[in-house]
């Protein structure tokens, strides 16, 4: 994967998508969901922005092992309110990843969790409405949760969520549990999707992907959920700082987000 900070050309006229990747609790692979999303929806010729909004735990430049741990979040945000937020600081903030061939453009979160009195929430959907003049798909990492300022702020500009969990029975529970507080959340009016992560049948038996959507179709209002099967890809990928897609291959993992990328495109 290559990091360049070269800026794409800040021009816009199709309808653009703001997928907020979320989840009630964290531990559900959330983030990976997000980076490796964006990508596959960049292999489908959709300019995308990659935001990491997590402002409990941002993490998405340790993921790609990026040096810089640049504010670009609360910069970006800065310039914005101060109306000095041009191609050129757009530029300088954000960071373009490239893996086999598809590129996508970053904003760092960090720093959120450690200046949340600077977070201007109002602001913050303002911002990413401007970003939506300039992209054709934007990917936010949002913050695990059911409801929360950022949330709020996020659901005011989303065109759709994906609610990510994983189907062991801790994971998948503690979702159930979540319906009637998803149910009053700000995101409940912006149409949902599940996205079952890393799927393996050790944990479930046989027909794993049956057993769990008879169980969402039973319990919640998800009638046929994303299923991302277990891929021993993703560790490889955490451990080198890469997106799915970089390491080759065939992943079912990737088959199943290019998929997803497919059908929100």
Known sequence: MKHSADAPALTQSAPVKIISVQSVCAGAGRSAIAANLAFELAAGGTRVLLIDLDENWPSIHRQFGLPSQQAAVLAALRLFEQDKLDANAFEELSVRLIARGVSIDF????????????????????????????????????????????LTSIAAVATSVLQVTQADAVSLGRFLDSQPGLGVAASATIPNQLVVNRLRASVLGARPEWQVQQVLRERTNYTNATVIPEDGAFDEALQRGLPLRQLGGKSKAVTALAELAARLS
């Open 107 to 150: 904003l760092s979160g960090y720093g959120l969790n450690l200046n949340r009195d600077a977070i201007n929430y109002s602001g913050l959907s303002q911002l990413i409405k401007t970003f939506a003049e300039r992209f054709g798909a934007i990917v936010i990492d949002a913050p695990a949760g059911v409801q929360s300022k950022m």
